[in-house]
């Protein structure tokens, strides 16, 4: 699974880069133009996979989660082939709204993961299994740079395609699903429907609130992603431009990658939502000095603390949902906090846009590192109020941890 989210990762991050060259390339149009359908052609993806992905985790915790991670990457390798076909912005555009139909690979790979884990040890694996999504995230974009200029943009999406349909093989013939008894509790392996699980998450406080910070930790993440090229240009010049953009982006999947599985350990250990209330405050003041900042390396300094904050935020969450809800439901729990991770993908990146034009660059630092904070203050409250008191209400904690 770790070399499926490699090639997966990678693949998606690939093409991100010259997404809007391509659209360029297509023919004769205005800057206007292309900006807004590069936005859009980017954006239509998290959208309909904001609607899908729930179903898509329903349907695997009816059916077994291998075949649907089978044919999502088999889904996504035909419309990532069919792009480099593409003659018109519309082609495009369309193939970018089918490849979010049946883009949930990571999350339902992470549901599949979590669901052959025992509760002791699911933040050290799904840590380790992070990895692999964010080494593919940080290769990416360069193979990608590498590709385009050797075979053309049109090549590349084949190439690309190739990686995607190995991850479909490794899956097929690499992975076997096994049924595992992981618990004694009745609940795990009862079958739930739709509204049992929307009250099972709406009756569940800190449930419902880690599931919240989906879209809030993805808003603040996604906020600066557009424009962090135009502010290391600011910052640094037009020299080597692409080089040093790509340096400032993969310095935070770097801290990212050193540290998330050292995170996910540390959950399992003294528990995951005071881990995650900890990663919220630190991520939310190490953003605050890039307002701040005065040259190229002081922000790439600053986005690699930002990885090692933001990195373990993902697989502590992951394990919280996994020791919080109850086996036979995972797949749709994460599928909707898979759901409120887009609709931050999409949210995020506008507000970026929109701080940046009102305000300057320095807004969006200020912004983010408030959402942030807030984020962790909300945690905190919710924490205290429905785990921390419950605990104390009762001597044995083991029965606090679903206690509503």
Do not use: C
Not at 38 to 67: E, N
Not at 181 to 196: G, P, Q
């Amino acid at each position: 699974m770790w070399f499926a989210n490699f090639f997966i990762a990678g693949s998606m991050t690939m093409v991100i880069p010259f997404l809007s060259l391509y659209i360029e390339s297509m023919g004769n149009f205005s800057d206007s133009y292309v900006q807004t359908w590069s936005g859009l052609t980017f954006a239509i993806t998290f959208v309909t996979a904001f609607i899908f992905s729930p179903i898509w985790g329903r349907f695997g915790d009816k059916h077994g989660r291998k075949p649907i991670l089978i044919v999502s990457a088999i889904g996504i390798g035909i419309s990532v082939f069919l792009m480099g076909f593409a003659t018109t912005v519309w082609q495009l555009f369309l193939l970018r709204l089918f490849m979010g139909i049946v883009t949930g690979f990571i999350p339902m790979s992470q549901a599949f993961i979590s669901t052959q884990t025992s509760k002791e040890v699911a933040g050290k694996v799904l840590g380790t299994l992070q990895t692999g999504n964010i080494t593919g995230a940080l290769m990416g974009p360069m193979l990608g740079g590498i590709l385009a200029d050797t075979f053309g943009f049109a090549g590349t999406f084949k190439w690309v395609a190739l990686t995607v349909f190995i991850s479909a093989i490794l899956v097929a013939f690499g992975i076997k699903e096994i049924k595992v008894k992981l618990s004694n509790d009745a609940r795990d392996y009862k079958s739930y429907s739709s509204k049992e699980v929307l009250l099972y998450i709406l009756r569940s406080p800190v449930l419902l609130v880690v599931l919240l910070l989906s879209t809030l930790v993805q808003i603040a993440h996604f906020s600066i992603q557009p424009i962090l090229s135009l502010f290391v240009a600011e910052i640094h010049g037009p020299e080597s431009l692409a080089f040093f953009a790509g340096l400032a982006f993969s310095a935070a999947g770097l801290g990212n990658l050193l540290m998330s599985r050292r995170w996910g350990k540390y959950g399992d250990k003294f528990g995951h939502t005071k881990i995650l209330i900890i990663l919220l405050f630190v991520a939310g003041i190490v953003y605050l000095p890039g307002a701040f900042v005065t040259n190229i390396w002081q922000l790439i300094v600053l986005r690699f603390l930002l990885g090692v904050s933001i990195g373990g935020i993902v697989p502590v969450r992951m394990a919280y949902i996994r020791t919080a809800a109850p086996l036979s439901m995972q797949g749709e729990v994460i599928g909707y906090n898979t759901s409120l991770r887009f609709l931050g993908n999409i949210i995020g990146p506008a507000l970026g846009g929109f701080l940046v034009a009102i305000n300057g660059f320095s807004t969006v630092f200020f912004v983010t590192s408030l959402l942030l904070i807030l984020s962790g203050v909300l945690m905190l409250v919710t924490w205290y109020k429905f785990e921390y008191l419950a605990e104390q209400e009762q001597s044995f904690p083991t029965r606090s941890r679903h206690s509503h």
